[in-house]
């Protein structure tokens, strides 16, 4: 099974932007539709973005729709999130994995955090 690697977080303040990165190892990324989910101290973990498996369609949860972008390189067997004019409620580990059905293993996730 594939496994995931994410990465790219960090400490910013608000209104700041950060790139997150997710790489899959194995040969059938370019297979699925990904995505992007958050996790929040003390919450459930949350979708946040999906990305067809072409790349060609993107879809987003209402909170960051405007703010974030989705993005991926088959090639490279890589899915991105960019982050823009991030909010202090933003603040949580993110995690990528398949989408709508999560089959792979879970990846540490990178942890963003974003000061007011």
């Known amino acids: 099974q594939a496994q995931l690697v994410e990465s790219g977080g960090g400490l910013v303040q608000a209104g700041g932007s950060l790139r997150l990165s997710c790489v899959a190892s194995?040969?059938?990324?370019?297979?699925?539709?990904m995505g992007w989910y958050r996790q929040a101290p003390g919450k459930e973990r949350e979708f946040v973005a999906g990305?067809?498996?072409?790349?060609?369609?993107?879809y987003y949860a209402d909170a960051v729709k405007g703010r974030f972008t989705i993005s991926r390189v088959n090639a490279n067997n890589t899915v991105y999130l960019q982050m823009n004019s991030l909010k202090p409620e933003d603040t949580a580990i993110y995690y990528c994995?398949?989408?709508?059905?999560?089959?792979?293993?879970w990846g540490q996730g990178t942890q963003v955090t974003v000061s007011s």
């Open positions: 994995n398949t989408h709508p059905i999560t089959r792979l293993n």
């Open positions: 990305i067809s498996s072409s790349g060609g369609y993107a």
């Open positions: 194995g040969r059938t990324f370019s297979t699925y539709i």
